[in-house]
C-alpha cells in the first residue's frame, strides 16, 4: 500500500502542476502533504516514514555525488565562489537573527538556528534547474553551485557544533583520499559501460562517501560529494553521471515526498512561510550585489543570483535535528519559495534582457578573467558550443579549412578542446555582452550546436542584431523547434534523429549495393 498511495500522488501532483509551467518537485512536495494528510485514511501506516526518509537520504547523496562529479577544487577556491557565499551568510543570518528576534520575540539560540537555517539556498533545485538547461558548466553555473557547495559545509560545520555531533579519531583517515584517486580512475577504464557502472557510482555515493564518512562522525552528504570531486577529472565522469540520473531522479521523488510529510501546516505555519517568502526578493538582491563586486558581469550575476532565490532542503536538514517544532513552517516556507523562483529561473534569459540596461549599471569596470570579451581572429567559420555535435562539426570542417573557430561556455571544456590542438576559446553567447563589439567582418558561416531551444534561439537573433547576413545551421530536436530557428533567422536547420535516421538507410544502401556487386 506504501508505494501505490505515494507514487500515485507524487504522479498526479507532479502532472499537475506541469500542466501549469512549473517544474514537477513542487507537485512533489504538495504531494508529501496530501499523503500525510489523506494517507492514513487510505491505509497508509505510520511506520512507512522511515522508508521515505531513508530513500530521501540516498537521493541526496546520489545528487550531491553527480554533483561533485562536474566539479574542480579550484573553481570552490575563487574569490567569487568563498566571498560571496561567507559574506552572503554572515549579512543575511544576521539581519535574518536580528528580525526574529524582535518580531517574534524568540531566545537568542532559536532566533540563531532559524537564520542560519533560512539564509542557505536550495542545492537540490539550483542543480536540478542548472541541469535542465545544460548550464552546470556554464561559469555562473559553476558560480553558483561552488557557492552552494560552501553553504552545505556550513550547514554541516552548524550540525557538528549544535547537534553535539564531532568527529572521531577515525575521520583522519579523510586525508587519503586523495591517495584512492589512481585506483577510482582505473576502476572506471575497467568497469564497461553497463549495470556495473552504476554499481560503481552508488557505490562510491553511498558506501565510502555516505557510509564510510558517517561512521567516523562527519556528513554523509558531504561524503558523496568529496567522492565525486575524487572523480571528476576522469574522462567517463560525464558518463558516470549520466548513468545515474534517471536512478538519482527517482531517489529524488522521495526527498521531496518526504519534506511535505513532516507535518501539517497550521495558519501560524502559513504566515510564518508567507512573511520569510516576502523577503527572499532581499537575497537574491544580495547575491547579486556581492557576485558584481567580485567583477562578474551583470548577466553571470543575475543568472547566478536567480538560481540560488529559494531556501534550502539543508536547512530543513538543520532543522530536522536542532528545531524539530520549526520543521513544518520551514518545510513550507521551502515549497513557496520553490513556487516563486521556478517559473523566474524559467524566464531567467527573458527577465535579464528586460532588466539588462539597469543591471549593468552596477557591473565594474575591470571583470573577471573567466569573462573577457572574445576575439574571433581571422576564423571565418563560428562553431557555438562544443559538445559532441559541434565537436564533430569541428573535426569535419578542418579536415578541408582552416579557419574555424569554436566558443564554450564551459571553461574546463574549452581547456579541454585546446589541449587537444582545437581552436576554442571561452565564451558565454547567451550574455549579450559577449556580442558587443565582436567582429564578424570575416565570419562566412555560423554553426549553433548549443543545447536548449532558447539559447539555440538567442544565439541566432543576437547574430542577425549585429549584421551578420551569412548562412546560419542549426541543429533541432523538434519540428517546432525548426520553425522556432526559421523565425529568429537561422537559414538551414539539421533535424538530429530524422536526419541520422536517413544517413543509416543511405549505410544501408550502400551495404546492399556493395553485396549485390560482389554476388554479381
Known amino acids: 500500500m506504501f508505494e501505490v498511495i505515494c507514487i500515485s500522488f507524487a504522479f498526479l501532483f507532479g502532472f499537475a502542476v506541469r500542466q501549469i509551467g512549473l517544474p514537477p518537485l513542487i507537485g512533489f512536495l504538495a504531494a508529501g502533504f496530501a499523503v ?101 558548466g556554464a561559469f555562473y553555473g559553476r558560480t553558483a553551485i561552488g557557492i552552494l557547495i560552501v553553504q552545505d559545509i556550513v550547514a554541516m560545520v552548524i550540525l557538528a557544533i549544535w547537534g553535539a555531533k564531532s568527529p572521531s579519531i577515525w575521520a583522519l583517515w579523510i586525508i587519503a583520499i586523495p591517495l584512492l584517486r589512481p585506483v577510482l580512475h582505473q576502476l572506471l577504464d575497467r568497469v564497461g559501460d553497463d549495470e556495473l557502472l552504476i554499481l560503481l557510482g552508488m557505490l562510491l555515493a553511498l558506501v565510502i562517501g555516505g557510509m564510510g564518512f558517517e561512521s567516523v562522525g562527519l556528513s554523509a552528504e558531504i561524503g558523496a560529494l568529496v567522492m565525486g570531486l575524487m572523480i571528476s577529472t576522469h574522462k567517463r565522469a560525464k558518463q558516470l553521471s ?70 534550502s532542503e539543508f536547512g530543513l536538514i538543520v532543522a530536522s535535528r536542532v528545531l524539530p517544532e520549526w520543521l513544518v513552517p520551514l518545510a513550507l516556507a521551502v515549497a513557496l519559495s520553490l513556487v516563486v523562483s521556478a517559473p523566474l529561473n524559467r524566464f531567467s534569459q527573458q527577465l535579464f534582457e528586460r532588466l539588462e540596461s539597469l543591471l549593468v549599471k552596477f557591473e565594474l569596470a575591470k571583470i573577471h578573467r573567466d569573462e573577457m570579451p572574445t576575439n574571433l581572429g581571422d576564423a571565418s567559420i563560428l562553431i557555438i558550443g ?55 567582418s570575416l565570419l562566412n558561416a555560423v554553426i549553433v550546436a548549443i543545447d536548449g531551444i532558447e539559447a539555440k534561439e538567442f544565439a541566432v537573433r543576437a547574430l542577425r542584431q549585429i549584421g551578420f547576413v551569412g548562412p546560419i545551421v542549426s541543429h533541432a530536436l523538434s519540428e517546432q523547434h525548426i520553425d522556432r530557428l526559421a523565425d529568429s533567422g537561422a537559414t538551414h536547420t539539421y533535424l538530429t534523429m530524422n536526419e541520422a535516421g536517413i544517413e543509416l538507410a543511405r549505410l544501408a544502401e550502400k551495404a546492399l549495393e556493395q553485396e549485390n556487386s560482389v554476388s554479381g
Open 36 to 136: 500525510n494528510a489523506f494517507g492514513p485514511a487510505l491505509g497508509l501506516p505510520k511506520e512507512t516514514d522511515g522508508i521515505l526518509k531513508y530513500i530521501a537520504h540516498l537521493g541526496i547523496l546520489l545528487l550531491l555525488f553527480t554533483v561533485g562529479l562536474k566539479l574542480r577544487v579550484g573553481q570552490m577556491a575563487q574569490p567569487q565562489v568563498l566571498g560571496g557565499a561567507l559574506i552572503h551568510f554572515a549579512v543575511t543570518s544576521g539581519a535574518l537573527f536580528a528580525g526574529l528576534a524582535f518580531f517574534l520575540d524568540l531566545d537568542w539560540t532559536t532566533a540563531l538556528l532559524l537564520a542560519f537555517a533560512l539564509s542557505f539556498s536550495s542545492t537540490v533545485f539550483s542543480a536540478k534547474t542548472l541541469e535542465a538547461k545544460r548550464d552546470i
Open 242 to 311: 549520466n548513468a545515474l540520473w534517471n536512478l538519482k531522479e527517482v531517489f529524488l521523488v522521495g526527498f521531496f515526498l518526504q519534506i511535505g510529510m513532516t507535518g501539517l501546516p497550521q495558519m501560524n505555519d502559513l504566515i510564518f512561510a508567507v512573511a520569510v517568502v516576502l523577503i527572499l526578493p532581499l537575497k537574491g538582491l544580495l547575491f547579486f550585489y556581492l557576485l558584481t563586486l567580485f567583477k562578474l558581469r551583470a548577466r553571470a550575476s543575475f543568472m547566478a543570483a536567480l538560481s540560488l532565490t529559494a531556501y
Open 386 to 440: 562544443m559538445g559532441r555535435t559541434g565537436t564533430a562539426a569541428y573535426e569535419q570542417l578542418t579536415k578541408h579549412l582552416d579557419h574555424v573557430i569554436a566558443v564554450d561556455a564551459d571553461i574546463y571544456k574549452v581547456a579541454s578542446h585546446r589541449e587537444a590542438g582545437r581552436n576554442a576559446v571561452f565564451a558565454d553567447v547567451n550574455d549579450a555582452e559577449f556580442w558587443r563589439g565582436l567582429d564578424i
